[in-house]
């Protein structure tokens, strides 16, 4: 059974969705967690969870697409705790769902800045001491519009399709160093986000059909399940570097299982 009892985990979008049951997966394992997002309330609401359930977690508010933020945030957990051991970099965001043609620009490279600027800054603020310790765990999230194209997110697809190649490039600098990253896609979940999405128009985001039609089937993730399998891949004993990891992958099904029985 894993433990991480000893780590400081950093979990950034933690306020709802797959932010909120990483940390409260990772704080139930033993870890120490720092749950970031830009909504004070509901970080608040999660970091009461986790202490009611017996775990430790800080709530710090960030934006992660500013350099500053993310900066006083991984201070934050060295001041409350020390050192990060675990960076989760979850916070995104879906918007803008539009044709490009008719897309506001500074919604665009907003979406980007968050997506792609959310997981470069936390990285690079966490990386210099789990280097010098020769030792840490960072865990991307990535999606399946890293590969399938879809009409109306250019800027979430190019995006998602961004962090993985950071994820695989950066691989290459960690070889040897005792940290490793990797991307995980969850898939589908029944989120907050999956919702937003689907109150959108078919004719902004033609796969919001699909979408609605998943969720009247019954068809999405809990994000609980995805959160089992971003705590082995943050866990010490794992050793996932570079890998683009996908939900349905069965190799990685029977791994998370053997890790975290139940």
Not at 104 to 133: C, F, H, K, Q
Request: aromatic residues 4%; proline residues 5%.
């Amino acid at each position: 059974m894993t433990t991480l009892r000893g780590q400081v985990a950093i979990v950034t979008g933690g306020g709802r969705g797959l932010g909120r049951a990483v940390a409260e997966t990772l704080a139930a394992l033993g870890a120490d967690v720092v749950v970031a997002s830009r909504n004070a309330p509901e970080l608040d609401e999660v970091v009461r969870a986790i202490r009611r359930a017996g775990g430790h977690a800080l709530a710090q508010t960030a934006d992660v697409s500013d350099a500053r933020q993310v900066q006083e945030l991984v201070l934050a957990a060295e001041r409350w705790v020390g050192p990060a051991s675990i960076l989760v970099n979850n916070a995104g965001t879906a918007e803008p769902m539009a044709a490009l043609v008719r897309s506001d620009p500074a919604l665009w490279l907003r979406g980007i800045s968050i997506n792609i600027g959310g997981t470069y800054l936390p990285t690079r603020a966490v990386l210099p001491g789990m280097l010098e310790r020769g030792s840490g765990r960072i865990v991307n999230i990535s999606s399946g519009a890293a590969t399938r194209p879809t009409a109306g997110w250019t800027a979430y697809s190019a995006a998602k399709a961004g962090v993985v190649q950071l994820t695989r490039s950066l691989a290459l600098e960690l070889e040897g160093t005792g940290v490793t990253v990797c991307s995980y896609n969850p898939g589908p979940l029944d989120t907050e986000m999956q919702e937003r999405i689907r109150r959108t128009s078919a004719d902004d985001f033609p796969r919001a059909d699909e979408f609605r039609q998943m969720h009247r089937e019954g068809r999405l993730r809990d994000p609980k399940d995805a959160a089992r399998a971003i705590a082995y891949l943050a866990s010490p004993s794992t050793e996932r570097n570079g890998e683009a990891l996908e939900h349905g992958d069965p190799d990685l099904a029977r791994a998370v299982e053997a890790a975290l029985p139940g």
